[in-house]
């Protein structure tokens, strides 16, 4: 790998971790915010959905008109965090809830989509043999910017606006990295708006099959990340436990992922994309499964059920957009890739609304045991993908 390569990837990974702190800054400031005043659980779940809804009119907008084709993807990127930064800190001065705050999160989500799936296009272009490996990093980056205000959160006794703070200094920091990374020789420009490139997300077979895999995944991710914390919060106090003991491991089980991304990268790179992916879906539904009937259970059986859940929830994740990068023509990889992150975080907006509905209830058990739906229908689709003759385009060959 040349130095240029290295230096690039360090600078957009530096910058992907920066800006992603935004994401889940809410769900990290939930604890103090309600130690101010009372939040529902409707409200608690709106903070996170409309981070996911602007995500997704966001990306949208940027796959129908090619932006991240079109256009330098590193001025979309640094364009696009300093906003959500811009947005993050006016939550510093506001009141912590309201429809104030909930416009403020759709604003960050909007930003957001041009910020993850424009540095997978960006990672994309250094790619040789290796873009599992590269989007793995890339992912792994995203899971511990969305862990850091967990981490915060877990370290000292911090008030909401402390936390909104460092997320938002977090994304300028991430608008001026992103300036001096280099653009790798896969970069190929697409010269004008085709609206036909999006239909092939559905239209061709294998990358349908891809995407289902993926939509598969994300019913579990994002519902996971944004609920466990709540999860392990309420175990904890009902057994007389340290509220921080609670941040602590929700920054552990979701910080671990980023070992996931790289192991589940190295991997597929090595073994293949469909293998890993059905693997790893099959550890995570299992591991949702299993969970929720461990509320209330010594730390010694609940941490490393919780950290497996981190680990591998997240290791395929990079798998599914490394294969539609493949399977895709060189000048509308950044218009899939956006297409298919819309479709999966569309659904995330369903499973994170849902998940404390049914745990109202079925309780903790048959929420996550809902989640472990996902995983079983992707594991069906990439599975079906394996078999497709097109799966030869994956990874060198291997499936």
């Not at 960050?108 to 043999?129: D, E, K, Q, S």
């Not at 995944?217 to 709540?230: D, N």
């Not at 069906?380 to 291997?398: F, N, S, T, V, Y």
Request: glycine share 8%; aromatic share 10%; proline share 3%.
């Amino acid at each position: 790998m040349s130095d240029g390569k290295w230096r690039s990837l360090a600078l957009i990974l530096a910058a992907q971790v920066s800006a992603m702190s935004v994401w889940f800054s809410s769900s990290a400031a939930i604890a103090s915010i309600k130690q101010q005043q009372p939040i529902t659980s409707a409200e608690e779940a709106l903070l996170t959905s409309a981070v996911q809804i602007g995500f997704v009119v966001g990306t949208i907008f940027s796959a129908l008109f090619s932006l991240a084709d079109r256009y330098d993807p590193r001025r979309l990127f640094a364009g696009c965090a300093v906003t959500a930064a811009l947005a993050t800190l006016s939550l510093v001065v506001i009141s912590p809830t309201g429809m104030s705050v909930i416009l403020l999160r759709f604003v960050t989500g909007l930003c957001m989509a041009g910020v993850y799936p424009v540095g997978m296009r960006i990672t994309a272009t250094w790619a040789n043999r290796d873009l599992g490996l590269l989007i793995g990093l890339l992912v792994g980056a995203l899971t511990l910017g969305s862990a850091s205000p967990h981490l915060l959160a877990a370290t000292v006794e911090v008030r909401w606006q402390s936390i909104y703070l460092a997320a938002s200094g977090s994304a300028f920091l991430a608008a001026i990295l992103i300036c001096f990374v280099q653009l790798g020789p896969n970069i190929r420009r697409a010269t004008a708006v085709d609206f036909s490139q999006i239909a092939q997300s559905w239209r061709r077979a294998s990358v349908r099959k891809a995407n289902l895999g993926y939509l598969g995944h994300m019913w579990e991710l994002y519902a996971m990340w944004a609920w466990l914390t709540v999860f392990l919060h309420q175990s904890f106090a009902d057994r007389g436990l340290d509220s921080s003991k609670a941040a602590w491991l929700t920054f552990a089980a979701v910080a671990s992922g980023a070992i996931g991304s790289w192991l589940g990268g190295i991997l597929a790179d090595r073994y293949g994309r469909t293998f890993v992916t059905i693997a790893a879906m099959a550890v995570s539904g299992t591991c949702a499964a299993l969970v929720g009937w461990l509320y209330g259970a010594p730390l010694i059986v609940l941490a490393p059920v919780v950290i497996l859940w981190g680990v591998s929830v997240i290791a395929d994740s990079a798998q599914f957009s490394a294969t539609v990068a493949e399977l895709a023509e060189p000048s509308s990889v950044g218009t899939l890739l956006t297409a298919q992150t819309c479709a999966g975080f569309l659904l995330t907006l369903f499973s994170i609304q849902i998940l404390p509905v049914v745990q109202i209830a079925l309780g903790w058990p048959g929420a996550f045991m809902m989640l472990a739906i996902g995983p079983l229908i992707g594991c069906g689709a990439m599975w079906r993908l394996r078999q497709d003759p097109e799966a030869r385009l994956i990874a060198g060959g291997k499936r």
